[in-house]
């Protein structure tokens, strides 16, 4: 009997991973497509299709989404960790209710969020600020929960008796904010603005309500062409998003080494 569930898991386990790596092996097998249309010839084989992302129509976009990327992991970061910070750590009154507040965007479609920002702005005649300024304020709002939970979660798991001893030995509360607290829920912090990152550079059913010709994000973009053509520089534009959001992981990780979270301990 327990064989039969041991490879019963196996089964269901290796199905799972079958499902969730054959759509990445087919796009990256489209990429290397040797014509303009999408065919499966392993033997002729090309990258060519990777040099036209360096073409404006590309990489405009791209520098787009890093930008504003960037900026939202960094205001969702420094709110996220503020706002953790004053509900967990200080406990100040009407924390749960507060907590319950900062994790209510989660509860809204981002449909619905992006229909309610448009109309916000034209009520109140903000319209020039669609573009940048708008997909900013949108994904800092959108990925906000997330860095809080996460930062939330570190401050949770925080050996109080640490600061004690910092305060025993005579630190002020900066000092043991500095020298204690941070260094101890970096791995937290890291992993909130990383998933900022990613969460803002991906958007698209928020995006798509916010962006403005000259102004568009790339997975927009990939969107918008998807329309018109399917060919291997599509492909190739997803692989190369793909090991982008790979390489920030990756980097974040070492800077932060926020998977020793997952396994709850510290790096």
Known sequence: MNRLL???????????????????VVVIAASLSPTSAVTFQPWEWTTRWYGDLFADRWLGPFL???????????????????????????????????????LSPLSVPQIVKGVAIVLFLSMIGFQGFLGTPALIAAHAVLALPFVTRMV????????????????????????????????????????????????????IPLSVFLVRPGDTTLPITVINYLEYSLDPVMAAVNVASMIFILAV?????KIGGFSAQLHGGSK
């Open 249 to 253: 992981i990756f980097l974040f990780e």
């Open 64 to 102: 787009t989404s890093v930008k504003i990327a960037v900026v939202v992991a960094s205001v969702s970061g420094v709110l996220g960790l503020l706002a953790a910070y004053a509900v967990v750590y200080e406990r100040i009154p009407g924390s749960d209710v507060l907590m319950s507040y900062l």
């Open 6 to 24: 041991s490879l019963l898991f196996w089964l269901a386990f290796i199905s799972v991973l079958v499902f969730i790596t054959l759509p990445i």
């Open 152 to 203: 939330a979660t570190s401050l949770a798991n925080f050996d109080g008796n640490l600061d004690r001893a910092a305060q025993i030995l005579g630190a002020s509360k900066g000092q043991r904010i500095r020298h204690v607290l941070l260094p101890m829920i970096k791995p937290g912090v890291l992993s909130g603005v990383t998933f900022a990152f990613i969460i803002s550079f991906n958007n």
